[in-house]
C-alpha cells in the first residue's frame, strides 16, 4: 500500500471517528431524590427497607421513617425485611426523578405479601400565611370503614374527596392554628378516627389513616407529618 493511500485512509478513519464522538449524548447525573417510607403494614412492627442495595431505612407500624438520599434518573432496588430477615416480595424497582421528595406508603403481612400501595410526590410550599393539608386512607382491615370523609370537629368538611382504601387528596388550605380532625364513615357522622394537631403557617402536613390493631377489624387510627 503506497504512503498516499495510507494517508487517506489515516484522514478517513480520523473524520470517522470523530463524528462518531460528536454525535454521543453525555447526559448530567441527575441531583439525588429523597425517599421517606409510612409503615401502614398489618403485622410487620419494624420495616426495614434496603434501597439500592446499600441504604437501609426504618420505620416503626404506623409511622413514617425519615428522609434518605437515593439515587435519581435509573430503577433502584427496594427489599424489605423485618428482623433482618427478608418478607416476601421479589425486589421492587423505582426509577425516582432528580431532586424529588417521594412518600411511599407500605402495605400488607409479612405472612403474604409486602408492597408499595401509595407513591405521593411530597410538594414545597412558599411561605404563606395558610398551611396545606391532604389525607391518605390506608386502613384496609375494615367492613364498616372501607369508605371515609374527614371533618373537622366543628362540621366542616375538611377535604372535597371521598376515601377508599389507597386514596389520597389534594393538599387543602387551613387557617394556621389547632384542629381535631374526624375520620367519618362515609355519609353518616360515625367517627372511626380523631386526631388533634397544631398547623403553623408555611408548612405542608400529611394526615393518614391505618389499622389500629389488626386483626381486629375497623379499629382506624389517625397520624400525622410534615
Not at 377508599?164 to 353518616?188: H, K, L, V
Amino acid at each position: 500500500m503506497n504512503r498516499r493511500l495510507q494517508l487517506s485512509l489515516l484522514i478517513g478513519l480520523t473524520v470517522l471517528l470523530s463524528a462518531c464522538t460528536d454525535d454521543v449524548l453525555v447526559f448530567p447525573t441527575p441531583e439525588p431524590a429523597n425517599v421517606k417510607i409510612v409503615n401502614t403494614t398489618q403485622d410487620v412492627s419494624v420495616l426495614e427497607t434496603v434501597i439500592d442495595a446499600s441504604t437501609s431505612i426504618v420505620a416503626e407500624r404506623g409511622s413514617p421513617s425519615a428522609y434518605v438520599s437515593v439515587p435519581a434518573g435509573r430503577p433502584i432496588g427496594f427489599v424489605f425485611k423485618s428482623n433482618g430477615a427478608d418478607l416476601r416480595r421479589d425486589t421492587l424497582f423505582y426509577t425516582l426523578g432528580g431532586g424529588a421528595n417521594v412518600i411511599l406508603f407500605a402495605r400488607g403481612s409479612q405472612s403474604r405479601l409486602i408492597e408499595f400501595r401509595r407513591a405521593l410526590q411530597d410538594t414545597s410550599i412558599a411561605a404563606t400565611a395558610n398551611p396545606v393539608v391532604r389525607f391518605v386512607h390506608m386502613a384496609e382491615n375494615t367492613d364498616q370503614f372501607v369508605t371515609l370523609e374527614v371533618f373537622t370537629q366543628s362540621g366542616q368538611r375538611a377535604f372535597a374527596e371521598i376515601f377508599d382504601p389507597g386514596i389520597a387528596s389534594a393538599y387543602t388550605s387551613f387557617p394556621a392554628g389547632e384542629y381535631t380532625f374526624e375520620a367519618r364513615e362515609w355519609e353518616t357522622t360515625t367517627v372511626a378516627a380523631r386526631f388533634t394537631a397544631t398547623l403553623e403557617a408555611g408548612k405542608s402536613y400529611t394526615m393518614y389513616a391505618y389499622d389500629a390493631a389488626p386483626p381486629l377489624r375497623d379499629s382506624i387510627a389517625l397520624q400525622m407529618f410534615e
